[in-house]
């Protein structure tokens, strides 16, 4: 099955805490603190995979998580890193973090980081200094990153064919390239795209044919508008063309409801290389069709052929080849490399809201600080008071009419607040 769409969850691995530990042995004065820190959670990467054609495989499991990172040990012992997740996905995947564009992937071997793992806490060893010798503190794991993400598939190829259901595309794939798509005398018989790679005269190239277009696929009619994404990346069009008329409709008229439907989709599209492929020549009353087709467009260049004897094949592909060595006008890469300007905007530690009568402290820095430490150690209650103090909060809230009594609420965690 072709999956070219796909969402997923992604949640990296939760660092493990921090160990309280004292070294106690016989004969060993002043064994001092020993606890180990908390390992690293694991990370989740996307890779390319060159064998990958589809993203089915993502899409039986919605959610995926990387392991967590193990609890540090005494003896200045550190907790195992969690494993770090890669999952496999095709050339020419987009990937979109949290609505926002991500990454275009398109080398065998590529590899990026979509979600971190958070880090261990702390173990007591960790807080030693010489004013502070017997520390009796230590930290939680800090929590990994999640994301949902979006993967949208673009196929890579050099060559795109395009034209009406039934105009003679697959078969002229089948006849070209070792690829074998489904054939039949039916409207929409190819449901999704097929590739296939033709050798000629010693030279390779990567074609997709794509399944019908028909009047109206900007909007999403029938099956183009879905898969008219894959050929963003191609240099050349080939619009096929059936010359024989046995759909019952006039074969200039359907070169000029393609070329519509291609302008209104993107306008990069009909500034490619485009060449005019007049196929099913070895069927009755196409000679007509093809000088009546003639008259209308004097100055370009037609190839008249039969995807089935394979007359005139060889000179499309020729002039395929020829096509491929002259440059575009644009890079086709424009309409798919969706950059996004990433803009760096000062953020204070904190920020103080009222909802409902609750204050409400919001802050990348002070919710993880707030996360990571272990309230049931007075030690680290006493660590955590003195920080958030000299951080500024405590004269923030008493800015914003706070009084002893009120509720303060960090994270997942709610405190009263006392002057």
Do not use: W
């Not at 003896?75 to 995947?93: A, H, M, V």
């Not at 209104?264 to 099913?280: E, P, R, W």
């Amino acid at each position: 099955m072709f999956i070219d769409k796909v969402s997923i969850s992604l949640t990296a691995g939760h660092g493990g805490d921090g160990c309280i530990s004292f070294r106690r042995e016989k004969y060993v004065p002043c064994g001092g603190p020993d606890g180990g820190n908390g390992g690293k959670g694991g990370d989740i990467y996307f890779e390319c995979d060159m064998h990958k054609t589809t993203l089915l495989d993502l899409s039986y499991t919605p959610k995926f998580k990387a392991e967590d990172g193990r609890k540090g040990l005494s003896n200045n012992k550190f907790g195992k890193t969690g494993e770090d997740l890669t999952l496999k996905i095709p050339l020419g995947t987009l990937v979109f973090k949290n609505g926002e564009f991500f990454a275009d992937l398109k080398t065998a071997g590529e590899k990026i980081l979509i979600v971190k793992g958070g880090k261990g806490g702390r173990g007591n060893a960790s807080f030693k200094t010489r004013k502070y010798t017997v520390p009796r503190i230590s930290e939680k794991g800090a929590p990994g990153e999640a994301a949902e993400v979006n993967l949208e598939l673009i196929l890579i190829a050099d060559v795109g064919f395009v034209g009406f259901p039934n105009c003679g595309k697959s078969t002229l794939l089948s006849r070209i390239s070792a690829a074998k798509p489904k054939i039949a005398d039916y409207p929409f018989t190819t449901l999704t795209p097929n590739l296939g790679v033709v050798d000629y005269e010693g030279k390779n190239f990567v074609v997709a044919d794509i399944p019908g277009i028909i009047e109206g696929a900007h909007k999403g009619k029938g099956l183009g508008f879905e898969f008219l994404r894959h050929i963003r990346r191609t240099s050349i069009l080939v619009h096929i063309i059936d010359a024989s008329g046995s759909d019952g409709a006039d074969p200039y008229d359907n070169y000029k409801i393609i070329n519509n439907e291609l302008k209104k989709y993107s306008k990069y599209l009909i500034k490619k290389h485009i060449i005019i492929a007049l196929n099913k020549i070895d069927l009755p009353d196409s000679q007509k069709h093809i000088k009546a087709f003639k008259k209308h467009l004097k100055n370009k260049k037609l190839f008249e052929l039969s995807a089935v004897t394979g007359k005139g094949v060889g000179g499309l592909l020729k002039e395929t080849l020829k096509m491929l060595e002259k440059p575009l006008a644009f890079n086709p890469e424009e309409e798919t490399e969706r950059t996004s300007v990433r803009k760096y905007i000062y953020k204070p530690e904190f920020r103080v809201v009222i909802e409902d009568g609750v204050f409400v402290v919001s802050g990348d820095k002070i919710e993880m600080f707030t996360h990571m430490t272990k309230f049931s150690e007075d030690e680290a209650l006493r660590r955590y008071q003195n920080i958030v103090r000299k951080m500024g909060l405590e004269t923030e809230l008493e800015k914003m009419g706070a009084k002893s009594g009120d509720t303060v609420r960090i994270g997942s965690f709610e405190f009263i607040f006392e002057k």
